[in-house]
Structure formats: C-alpha cells, structure tokens
C-alpha cells in the first residue's frame, strides 16, 4: 500500500490526483491511500470556498477551467449550463463562489467513485520530517506516516498580515474570500475606509462594500460606448481610497486580440520556444545549469511589441517601448495624473475607440506569449542580477496584462465617477480618521522575501528547509522542483517522494498560481511517476 498525504487541497490538489485516478483506473483494488489535509473542504480549497460572497467574481474568462476527467467529463462551463446556472452563456466570469462548487464536487466524485481511498483530514498540517524512506507529517490530530508528500499549499492558510500591516487594520479577506459578519460591522456606512493596495484584492474589497451591501449597477451609453452607473445602495462607506506604492492602476484584461496580432505572436512562441530550447537545463541538477541569456529574450520580446505596435498603426519607437516596461507606464499614460482617467484611456483603447497604448501593446504581447514563457523560463539558471531584474519588470508587465476584467473594471470607473472611490500613493495616505483594510498578499514561493534574508512564511517549510529536504536559489521565494515537481534539496539533488506543485514553486516556475490546468505539466509528471510506481509494486505481487 502507497500511502500519499496532500498537503492542500485546492485545485492543484484536485488537477493531480484526478490525473492519478485516470492513470490507474486499470487497476484494481488499487493498492493506494491518499489523505488530504486542509481545513477547508478540498477541491475548492480556500480560494474557492463556497461560502463566500456572489459579488466576488472570476479575474480571468470561466473556459480556461476545466477540473474534467473519466469521472466525469464536464468542464466548468459544460457543468454549470447543464445545471442551468448560465442558460444564455454570457456570463463570462461568474462568482468564485460557484466555481467553487465544480471544483468541490469533482473532489467529492473522485472520493465516491475513485479508486484512490481518499480521506479528507481537516486539519492544519505544522512540520514534514524524513523518517528513513517515509515522511512523518505532523498536524494538530498527531503524526502519521506516508510514502509520498506533495505540498500544495497555494495562498496558504487563513489570517495572513502582511509586513507593515498596521496595528488596528482589517484584513482584505475578512470582508471577502473569508468574510466575517464581525469584521464587516467594523466598516459602518458613511465611513472612510483606506485601502493599502490597488490591484485584484482591493478591487474585492471595494466590491464588498459597494455591491455586497445593496449597490446595483445600471447600464448606460456614455460617448457613444457601454458603461456602467452606481445605484448606491445606502450602506457603503462615503469614502474609499485605494493606496499603492507606484499609484498605477491596473489596465483591463484585453478583450480580443485581432486577428494580424495572431500571426505575430506566433511567429514569436516559436522563437521563445527555440530559446527555451537553448537554455533549458540539461538535467535535473541544479549544478548542471547554463546561464540563460535574459538579454536576448527581452529583445525578442521587444522585437514583437514593435511588430504589434506597427500592426495597430501606432507609433512607438524600441526606445519608446522598452521606457514603458522600466517605468512600469507609457510616457502618455505618465502625463495622465488621475488614475482613474488612466482607466478611462485604458479601457477606450481596450475597445479600440481610441488608438491603442503602449500598455496595450505589451499586454497583448506577456499575455499573448504567456504560455511560452512559462515553458521557456521554468527553473533556469539566472545570472547576477538578472533575477531581481526580471522580477521588476514582470510585475510592471503583469499590471498591463492580468489586470481586472472589463466588468469589472467598468464597476471601478463607475464608482471613481461617483466620487466614492478615489486612489493615491501610499506616500501620501492619510490614515487618521480612516478604517485601514489591508490587501496586500502574501508573495509568490513560501518565503517572506527573496533568499537569503527572507524568513519561511509557515513552519512547515521553515523545518524542511532546517533540514535541507528543500532549496530555495538565493534572490528567490520559491522551491526549486524538478519537472514532475519534486522537490530538489539543498544538495541539487532530488528529494525523492516530496514534491510541490502551484505558488510554493513560484520564482522557478513562473505564473504556477492560476486555476488554468494545461499551463504547468508538473501535476502530470508527478502522477504518472506515481502511477508507475504504483503499477510496477503491484505487478511484482500479483499471482
Ligand atoms: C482572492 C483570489 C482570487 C483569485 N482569482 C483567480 C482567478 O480569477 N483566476 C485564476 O486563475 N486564479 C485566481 N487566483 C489564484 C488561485 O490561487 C489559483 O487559481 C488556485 O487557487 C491555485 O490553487 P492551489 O491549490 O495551488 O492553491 P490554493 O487554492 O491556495 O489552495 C491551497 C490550499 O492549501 C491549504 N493549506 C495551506 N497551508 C496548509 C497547511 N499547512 N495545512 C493544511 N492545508 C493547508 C489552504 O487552506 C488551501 O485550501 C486567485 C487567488 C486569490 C487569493
């Protein structure tokens, strides 16, 4: 008997062990156990917990989730149009809260009609420590031992604060994802509420206290284009201040790439598949790595912003082009000072009312060649500096390319011209006579910063890395895996039967937080070493 303890058990919980199940489907009685320890109901997870509010909406098109398998064939959309929750099939990002219910009763059918005898642990899993060839895995229900660890930990557990998070503030998931009735009293109507952040998890709080308590959206033509106006509903704060550091708003999700776009992005995924190619590792070992030549990857990425920028009929120059990725904005989105006419411009090149931008222009280019830089990027070995570099420039090209959806971001614009919602640097937030909610998330990997000077978010990673069962590469967050996601320990070598899959990876792996399932093959590799392993064991006792 394989005894396997999922640690986590959202969705990259739920993607690998439906793989597993179909990859041993051939068997029978098979020879396996599988306990998944989370305090949440497994499948949905945390993130996708069913109980919380409708308001709280999916930031990318529902089509990307597909949780199907022998068991049961439905993506997300085929599920909920049979079960009539989007008759008309126009609702293209429905509230988390139902996606949390496909993904929770895909777990609950691999439970029923699986052959992995899986077990729910609700229970918070504290410390994972070798014992000759099994793991002994601590929780607060005691310790037990299993032959295979996987950590799937994702966002982590409930309660985070980030650093600097002042003493009396709430947190943003108080009033969303794990909303208390308590925390929402505290936040009466007519208050002042200022936000520390501006992007995703702000926009959850602002719609927690605006749509969650009674707002309503009324659909209106302004300039000739579709808009939304806000119905206040009487019991939202007077006042809402989003803050950020840089005071840039994210730009809405492109809604379509035209079609001349297209051919350019993928003359491009070719040229960043060759040099993913060129630059992959040659085998698992760490030690064994060249070092990849970033600089020629960003010309290439250049090279394709200037070709989509030529294809739009707008003008921008390399030079013009490669300020807006440092700068983190377009020197015409630099002279817009209100972040909200920043939106507006946004959101009319979006629908090409107005010539597109450059932050269009490069939101089309990360996003549209996102899946090839996944691949290409995956555990390569960066050079001095490189690193801290990459990091930089991606999360400025991440606020032109994965911001809100156009929905959503048309609530937001609604709520600026209302004169209830407001953004400003955080330099300049006045926190006196304000309610402080706090809605900065925790960072990628399992670290509090990059190594060496981060310190592990949670104890478990802390004793593993203690150990010297796991590595983290110095200017990184996140665990070093091999390519079926086994961990890699401090040696470089592989830590056989630990492995890790989704956020913990995050810094080696890029993008592995996302309910999208064909993007990172991880989950894939490990089910199928443990299908094999499986399989053979069996074999070898079989009459
Ligand atoms: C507010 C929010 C909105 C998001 N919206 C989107 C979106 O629209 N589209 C998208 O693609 N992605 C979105 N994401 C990213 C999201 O994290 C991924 O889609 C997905 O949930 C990742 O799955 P996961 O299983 O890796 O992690 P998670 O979903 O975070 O699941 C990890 C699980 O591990 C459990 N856990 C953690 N530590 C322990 C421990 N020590 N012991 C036991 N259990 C533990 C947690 O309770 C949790 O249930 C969003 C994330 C957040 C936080």
Request: hydrophobic share 40%; proline share 6%.
């Amino acid at each position: 008997m394989t005894r396997i303890a999922m640690i986590g058990g959202g969705p990259k919980c739920l993607f690998a062990l439906l793989e597993l199940n179909d990859a041993l489907t051939s068997i029978q009685e098979t020879p396996v156990r599988v306990d998944v320890y989370d305090p949440y109901p497994p499948g949905a997870g945390r993130v996708w917990n069913t109980g919380q509010p409708r308001e709280l909406r999916l930031n990318v098109n529902s089509r990307i989730i597909d949780a199907s398998s022998t068991l049961c064939l439905q993506s997300f959309d085929q599920w909920r149009a049979v079960s009539g929750e989007n008759a008309g099939g126009e609702d293209t990002y429905p509230a988390r809260a139902l996606v949390g219910e496909y993904l929770r009763e895909q777990f609950e059918r691999l439970v029923e009609d699986g052959c992995l005898n899986l077990a729910h642990r609700p229970s918070v899993v504290t410390g994972i420590v070798r014992q000759g060839a099994q793991w002994e895995v601590f929780s607060e229900q005691g310790s037990e031992l299993y032959d295979e660890v996987v950590l799937a930990t994702g966002h982590g557990l409930a309660g985070y604060r980030s650093e600097g998070m002042l003493g009396g503030a709430l947190s943003a998931t108080q009033l969303t994802v794990e909303r208390e009735a308590d925390a929402m009293g505290k936040v009466p109507p007519g208050s002042k509420v200022l936000i520390r952040g501006a992007a995703l998890t702000a926009y959850d709080v602002v719609l927690a206290l605006t749509e969650g308590r009674g707002g309503r959206w009324e659909q209106v033509t302004r300039n000739g284009l579709a808009a939304v106006r806000y119905l206040p509903g009487g019991q939202e704060p007077a006042r809402i201040t989003m803050t950020s550091r840089s005071n840039i708003p994210m730009s809405p999700k492109p809604q379509r790439i035209p079609g001349p776009l297209r051919e350019v992005l993928d003359d491009f995924r070719t040229r960043i598949r060759r040099w993913g190619a060129a630059n992959a590792a040659p085998s698992g070992k760490a030690t064994d790595r060249p070092e990849a030549d970033l600089d020629a990857l960003w010309q290439m990425l250049l090279a394709c912003a200037l070709r989509c920028a030529r294809h739009s009929g707008i003008r921008a120059s390399a030079t013009e082009l490669c300020n807006t990725v440092l700068a983190g904005q377009s020197q015409a989105f630099s002279a817009i000072n209100s972040p909200a006419e920043k939106l507006r411009a946004s959101l009319r090149a979006n629908r090409r009312v107005d010539p597109a931008t450059h932050e269009w222009i490069w939101s089309i280019v990360w996003s549209g060649l996102y899946a090839q830089l996944v691949q290409a990027l995956s555990r390569i070995q960066w050079r001095t500096g490189d690193r801290e570099r990459f990091n930089r420039l991606a999360a400025n090209l991440e606020r032109m390319a994965f911001g809100p959806p156009e929905p959503t971001a048309l609530k937001l614009l609604a709520l600026f011209d209302a004169g209830i919602l407001q953004q400003e640097p955080s330099a300049d937030a006045v926190t006196a006579e304000a309610i402080v909610i706090d809605a900065v998330t925790a960072p990628v990997g399992v670290l509090s910063g990059p190594a060496p000077e981060g310190r592990p978010a949670h104890s478990l990673f802390g004793s593993l890395l203690a150990n010297q069962e796991i590595q983290i590469r110095r200017a990184e967050r996140g665990l070093l895996t091999d390519t079926d996601g086994t961990c890699l320990n401090a040696r470089g070598e592989r830590s056989e039967s630990l492995a890790a899959l989704g956020r913990p990876t995050e810094d080696p792996t890029l993008g592995h937080d996302t309910l999208n399932r064909t993007l990172h093959p991880e989950y894939r590799a490990w089910a199928q070493r443990i299908a094999t392993k499986i399989t053979s064991a069996s074999q070898k006792v079989a009459p």
